[in-house]
């Protein structure tokens, strides 16, 4: 017999052979995390799902009712559980930090399988040409978002606007060239001259004209916000040319 205590929550959600809602299965799975005994109900038809809407005048599912109380869906829930709500406008760093620790590690294991050992002069090396790649990659998934990011800041793109879209592919290249090695009298002035306009422009846009916009750095869809990170990004571009340049006696 269950206690008087038992928490219950009644969950309604879409279970169709062509589609499982993923809301509902994060709601069923939260709710039971949080002690609730649910009664799933799963809607398995278009007509049973509009007719759920309909009764209970809502627009969506997942629909959670806890004592006879409609709670909502899955944002309602977790605040209701007293979790975070994610909010899609609140700036975060998360993207850069998640990508420049996977290209940190991936740069030690490299050290450790190729080296022995895990820090070496070589595992910064691959650390930045690395992080150059995905950073490319991030802004060549959606470039016309990108470019009209880029184009609120960037000092050359300003003036001629295809720079906006060669410059991912220009970052890309450098830095696949840097992992290999390879072509240095290509890439360390390619890497030096758009590192060198990326952290004028950044530090024009933040520190002198005091702009609040998004960075373009890892794409067009985040809301990292223009300032240090970027600035990152630009001098360690140059700082790896200026090493590479200085590494090959080149000067």
């Known amino acids: 017999m269950m206690s008087a205590e038992t928490k219950r929550a009644v969950l309604y959600r879409m279970t169709t052979p062509k589609h499982q809602c993923p809301y509902g299965l994060k709601v069923l799975y939260q709710l039971r995390q949080a002690g609730y005994e649910v009664e799933d109900n799963q809607l398995g038809s278009r007509q049973d799902i509009d007719a759920f809407k309909a009764k209970h005048q809502v627009k969506s599912t997942p629909q959670v009712f806890i004592d006879g109380e409609r709670i909502g869906g899955y944002e309602a829930v977790r605040k209701h559980l007293g979790k975070p709500v994610h909010d899609p406008d609140a700036t975060s760093y998360r993207p850069v930090a998640a990508l420049f620790t996977m290209t940190a590690l991936t740069a030690v294991a490299l050290s450790v399988g190729v080296h022995g050992n895990w820090l070496s002069v070589q595992t910064v090396e691959w650390f930045i040409a690395l992080s150059m790649v995905v950073l490319a990659l991030l802004k060549l998934q959606n470039i016309e978002s990108f470019s009209t990011m880029f184009l609120n800041y960037d000092l050359v793109a300003k003036r001629w606007v295809p720079y906006s879209y060669v410059y991912p592919y220009a970052e890309g290249l450098a830095g696949v060239l840097m992992v290999a090695g390879m072509l240095n009298w290509l890439s360390i002035p390619l890497a030096l001259f758009i590192g060198c306009v990326g952290a004028v422009s950044v530090f024009k846009a933040v520190?002198?004209?005091?702009?609040?916009?998004?960075?373009?750095?890892?794409?067009?869809?985040?809301?990292?916000?223009?300032?240090?990170?970027?600035?990152?990004?630009?001098?360690?571009?140059?700082?790896?040319?200026?090493?590479?340049?200085?590494?090959?006696?080149?000067?």
């Open 207 to 251: 520190y002198l004209d005091k702009r609040e916009i998004k960075c373009a750095c890892v794409g067009g869809a985040n809301n990292v916000p223009l300032g240090f990170i970027s600035l990152t990004e630009n001098l360690m571009m140059i700082g790896m040319a200026l090493w590479m340049w200085y590494a090959h006696g080149w000067f």
